[in-house]
């Protein structure tokens, strides 16, 4: 048996130790993440002990027949096994975590932020029937009944897979509600997304961080402004900035602030390690100018085209009630 997989056995042998020593949260989450592993290891193990029992009817003439049938089924059986595993291998490290997504208006005034809206609904839409949880970090409504901004979390096994792909300009073309003489419109909304990293991913020293409090605008009724529930998190080696006001609990906006704040932080360190010196949100982003789309969704024609493998879907309004799957198998066929 390879050394990889030999590895694997010990790493769950040695998780295993790990827990009986008493409750161990990191240690349980990496006995779930193996165990579906270490038991296609010795599926894998059991079948090459199976080849190598045959092996013993090699050599009598009477079931040398039998021999060569259930050789070519145990090793068709230990291929397949292996590339299971390899596959398990080969996934991406961000699968199964979970993932903050930004979605901001870009140009095209009251309509960008209708559509920012819109796609918002879609994401809901889709998270509902995928088991995946939306969980509203902060958002920043409009009165035409869009978004100028909203940040949230997408928790479950899926939630990585569904938004890999969604980072990016996406354009919208249609006649707006608010167009009187029906000409079509073209604006844009982006959508920027973040895997949140776990402890020991990233360590942040409590003194590079300046936390300040203030009271909350916008829409909330009237504790919104009579407490500095707010929270607003800076990373001052960086610049970068975190915060939350959606939560009446100064407590609870401090802990979402600093789920997007060691997000963002560390996409950037993953970009410099890459060698990459933008910041991953411009990268997905840019400056969500129409030009620099990523996906066009044209209500006229009821279609929907990701430019960057240039597939098209013509149906639309399923699409935007969140029946994004044919979209996103193509996604990962041609970009994973």
Known sequence: MDEKYLKIISDYRAIENRLKKGFDPEASREYKKLKPLYDRVVSLRKTEEEIKGLSALKDDPELRELYEEEMVKLHIRAETIKKQIDREIL??????????????????????????ADLFRMYQKMAEKRDIKIEIFSIH??????????????????????????????????????ESGGRIHTSAASVAVFPEPEKKEIQINPADLRIDTFRASGKGGQHVNKTDSAVRITHIPTGIV???????????????????????????????AQGRLKDIRRSQIGGADRSEKIRTYNFPQNRVTDHRIKFTSYDLDDFMDGEIDEMTENLWAQLG
């Open 91 to 116: 996934k991406n490290p961000f699968e199964g975590r979970p993932i903050i997504v930004e979605i901001r208006a870009g140009t095209g005034g009251d309509e960008a932020g209708i559509f920012a």
């Open 141 to 178: 409504s409009t009165d035409m009944g869009g978004v100028k901004e909203v940040i949230f979390e997408a928790s479950g096994e899926k939630a990585f897979y569904y938004f890999r792909f969604e980072g990016g300009v996406h354009r919208v073309q249609r006649v707006p509600v608010t």
């Open 242 to 272: 975190a915060s939350c006001q959606d939560e009446r609990s100064q407590t609870q906006n401090k802990q979402k602030a600093m789920k997007i704040l060691l997000s963002r932080l560390y996409e950037k360190q993953v970009s410099d």
